[in-house]
């Protein structure tokens, strides 16, 4: 007769062939979501101590020639990127949830900023747009956390409707109606780079939420025909196009900026003329330290450099999808993908400019052109991404 101490031990279940444990299930998320993490810091880290050094190498001409210091434009840039890890601490500690709420008073601060930005009394022109505002010894640019707060919005509107995506109404008007707002701002800039990236990674959200396909190609022919009307209505940008299909055609006017980076990045060959040699920053390449700091780091790294470049960013996708797909709600998973995306169209747009495959469009490349605004709002971007993986890796143990 079996004794009733005997009846209370627990049943142990026996496992088929090639079931693993809860328990070892659980240790081996863990640890998965941990090679994330780990390798999403790696990626940002390893990209932000690139950019640092670049921006000292390619900005130290003109940096001399202007404020007559080497280092005027690195020290900015090394303060914005202390500030952009403290922030990305911070965000990274706060649950991501938060900004399913601070979205709405985020959007309202950065359409105060961008009509301040068109005041003649805060806005800063530089190169025939008015993008900054001075702040003391800081410039702000408001369009840089645009791409943040509508990525946030984005994925806040479609989470709360995911069961009522086939109501078209319900979640695109109040959508359109933020994306129409800002646009219209951006534009009176003018920052055409700018607005193209917040609608494509818009349109990447949308996608991935699950609205039909149809309705995103329709919206996307919608978008298309609007940007190359916005395109051929000004000349400098009508001369962009037009020097990307053949920036030999004026190499000393129209297609100049193209044409010196092309010829910076073929001086590097595999291994690059060294740190610090580049030639073409020597006032040819213009934006040197900003825009096209690639090409004067494939010009002083060489190929093996620009690979290494390519290839953190491919580590930051990768961690990006894999903390999107493991998100642990809607919005999560949502507000992951859109900031890879975002980060990801940037480069991609950034480096297709650099080297000819794009027109320019002056945006900057995340983590290593100069710019403290672009770096402070991509590197508190990654510490959401950082706190999506950490709350999705808690879930799975």
Known sequence: MVSEAAMALPRLRVLRPGEVSPETARARAERSARRVLAALTLSVAALT?????M????????SFAVNGSSFFYFKRQLLCAVVGAAVALVVARMRYQVWQRLWVPLFGVTVVLLLLVLHPSFGTEAGGSVRWIDVGPFVVQPSELVKFVM???TAAILAANLKYLHDTVRWAVPLLSLVGVVGVLIMLQPDLGTASIMVASVFLIVFVAGVRLRLLLWSALASGVIGVGLIFLEGYRRARLFSFLDPWADPHNSGYQVVQSLIALGSGHLFGVGLGASRQKWMYVPNAHTDFIFSIMGEELG???EIVVLALFGVLLYAGVRI??????AFGRLLAA??????RIQALVNLGAV?????ITGVPLPFISFGGSSLIVSMAAAGVLWSIGRSAGATEG
């Open 49 to 53: 101590i690139l950019g640092l050094v």
């Open 55 to 62: 921006v000292l190498s390619a900005s130290s001409v003109k």
């Open 151 to 153: 990525v946030t919005a």
């Open 303 to 305: 190929l093996i450099g």
């Open 324 to 329: 999107a797909m493991r998100a642990p709600d």
């Open 338 to 343: 859109g900031i890879t995306g975002w980060l």
């Open 355 to 359: 080297t000819g495959l794009l027109p």
